[in-house]
C-alpha cells in the first residue's frame, strides 16, 4: 500500500509543477494595442510623429511631412481593416492583399527616406527593426 501511496504523491507532485500548454485560447493584444485601434487617425498620427521627433530630434518641417505621412498611412491601414473579409481569405486573395501591402511599405520607406536626413533614416530603420523583433515575439 505504501508504494502506491508514494507513486500517487510523486506523480501529483510532477503534474502539479507542469507548464501550462500553449494550444488554448489566444490571449488578446495588450491594452494599448486595443487602444491604439480604437483611436482616430488623426490621434494616431500625432502621437506617432511626437514620438519621432523625440527619438529623431526632427525638425517643424519633417514634423509636419511625417505627419502628413503617417496619417495617410493610417487611414490606409483602417480603411483595410474595414473592408476585411469576414470569412478566410483564398490564396489568390491573400496574396494580392499581401503585395499590396508590401507596395505600400517599400513605398512608405521611400517618403520616409526623402524626408529624414541619412542618419536619422538610419536610427529610424534600426528603431523599425526593434519594432518589429518585439511584435513577433508577443
Known amino acids: 500500500m505504501k508504494p502506491y501511496l508514494l507513486i500517487a504523491f510523486i506523480l501529483v507532485g510532477t503534474t502539479s509543477f507542469a507548464q501550462p ?10 491594452p494599448p494595442m486595443n487602444k491604439m485601434k480604437e ?9 506617432m510623429s511626437k514620438k519621432m521627433t523625440l527619438q529623431l530630434d526632427l525638425s517643424e ?16 491601414k483602417k480603411a483595410q481593416r474595414a473592408n476585411f473579409p469576414e470569412k478566410k481569405p483564398s490564396k489568390e486573395m491573400r496574396f494580392e492583399m499581401q503585395n499590396k501591402m508590401l507596395d505600400e511599405k517599400i513605398a512608405f520607406n521611400k517618403s520616409m527616406k526623402s524626408i529624414l536626413t541619412d542618419t536619422q533614416y538610419s536610427l529610424w530603420k534600426k528603431q523599425d527593426k526593434k519594432r518589429n523583433k518585439k511584435r513577433k515575439h508577443q
Open 21 to 30: 500548454s500553449k494550444r488554448g485560447p489566444e490571449t488578446p493584444p495588450p
Open 61 to 76: 518641417t519633417q514634423q509636419s511631412k511625417v505627419y502628413e505621412l503617417i496619417l495617410e498611412s493610417t487611414i490606409k
Open 39 to 47: 483611436m482616430s487617425a488623426e490621434n494616431i498620427a500625432t502621437l
